[in-house]
């Protein structure tokens, strides 16, 4: 979650959504997610919503501690029933727990949290309940303690297998861990394990990135998720590559990295279902379903500081610092800051922007003319597949992902 937010409008006290964005929503799925702002320390690439214990001390008294946040998130899930309705009648398909570090919390509170949203809302038939977890953040016993409060899919942050690039992105974790937490979570009779990796940081060799990969097919895990490095303004990284501390890479080397990745991935047995995404082939539920939610313009509650939501082609965010997100709860007033809503023009466009990076692609119909013109073009430049376009849809070639961005720009035309 990105530390800047917009301005947009206010958000009414209430948090009321206007009634275009209720209308229809029964037939619409509905995901949950929530921030945990708190982190052990800040890695020096991150740009996201955390903050480490030292930065929190003395800015909002015990509402904006680790041990009262549970409560604090549970009443914003409250509001979130009052908001969307009794009569919405929708049970929860996803919920995905995100940071920060969820798991700096007792697993307890993570489970207190699952069980308000099961509460207030239900929770659909095999409904995927995910977090996200350093390494080094559980043990055996705390992801059993999760697994009995009903979570179903554990994300790991590995990030590299290497600890000299682990260095440099100031991880915590030791190489080996990640591996010896999926087989904890294996243990602990989680079906669904992500391992997230990140290509491209400064010193890493073509080597290094695929024992990283290597290591992390090694663990058997049924997702993977391999992310470029970006590095932020205002970051540490950012700070040392400009002072020439380090170097930084180029886009060439970002994208043989994402080659090596798809080739060792897909030989694995894993399959691309969006650009940075792999999953086991023909397992439509080792795929991250929450994060299909937001690819697909669905709904979703961002519970948390600074969080992002989206019902109906409205969304908004929470206030970012967790004593702001707290105060407001406390005060019993909605903690959004801000919100927009989103014209069909603006709906359209993000629709191709998220849907053209996933396997199946974007439909034909939603492109004007000039964009359907581009999309012709894509395939002329191999960048999307003809087979793909005869069926109605533009959907990408290996190549084309490489230069997703900028196929998106033409299609927007």
């Known amino acids: 979650m990105p530390s800047a937010l917009p301005d947009g409008e206010p958000v009414p006290d209430d948090g009321a959504l206007p009634a275009s964005a209720l209308a229809g929503a029964a037939a619409r799925p509905l995901g949950f997610y929530v921030h945990v702002p708190y982190c052990a320390t800040r890695c020096g690439y991150c740009d996201f919503n955390t903050y480490t214990a030292d930065e929190l001390r003395g800015t909002g008294g015990i509402v ?33 727990f995100g940071g920060g570090t969820p798991t700096l919390l007792p697993a307890a509170d993570l489970g207190r949290v699952l069980g308000a949203v099961r509460d207030e809302f239900g929770l659909a038939a095999g409904a995927e309940v995910t977090t996200e977890a350093n390494p080094d953040s559980v043990d055996a016993r705390y992801l059993e303690e999760l697994r009995a409060a009903g979570f179903t899919r554990m994300s790991f942050g590995m990030q590299s297998a290497r600890q000299d690039v682990l260095r440099v992105l100031e991880r915590t974790h030791t190489p080996g861990r990640p591996e010896a937490a999926v087989k904890e979570a294996r243990a602990a009779g989680f079906a669904h394990i992500n391992l997230d990796l990140i290509y491209g940081t400064p010193g890493e060799t073509d080597d290094d990135w695929r024992a990283s990969l290597e290591a992390a097919l090694a663990a058997g895990p049924d997702h993977v998720s391999a992310y470029s490095l970006i590095v932020e303004e205002g970051t540490r990284l950012a700070a040392r590559i400009r002072r020439g501390e380090i170097a930084g890479v180029d886009d060439d080397v970002h994208a043989d990295r994402y080659l090596i990745a798809e080739e060792l991935l897909s030989a694995a047995g894993l399959e691309w279902y969006e650009v940075s995404n792999w999953a086991a082939a023909g ?39 967790p004593a702001a ?58 960048l999307a597949l003809g087979s793909a376009l005869d069926e109605g849809r533009v959907a990408l070639t290996l190549r084309g992902r490489l230069l997703a961005d900028a196929v998106v720009r033409d299609l927007v035309d």
Request: proline share 3%.
């Open 283 to 321: 397992e439509a539920t080792a795929r991250c379903r929450h994060n299909e939610l937001y690819w697909t313009g669905a709904d979703w509650w961002g519970a948390g500081p600074g969080a992002h939501s989206h019902v109906g082609g409205v969304r908004w965010w929470n206030r970012k610092h």
């Open 64 to 96: 904006a501690d680790r041990a009262h946040y549970a409560d604090t998130v549970i009443e914003e899930i409250r509001l979130a029933r009052r908001v969307l309705g009794q009569d919405d009648g929708r049970p929860v398909e996803t919920v995905f």
């Open 325 to 382: 997100y707290a105060a407001a709860i406390a005060a019993g007033t909605s903690p959004g800051q801000g919100r927009e809503l989103l014209l069909a023009e603006d709906r359209r466009v993000e629709r191709i922007l998220l849907e053209l990076r996933l396997r199946d692609g974007v439909p034909v119909d939603v492109l004007t003319a000039a964009g359907r013109r581009a999309a012709e073009k894509a395939v002329a430049d191999g």
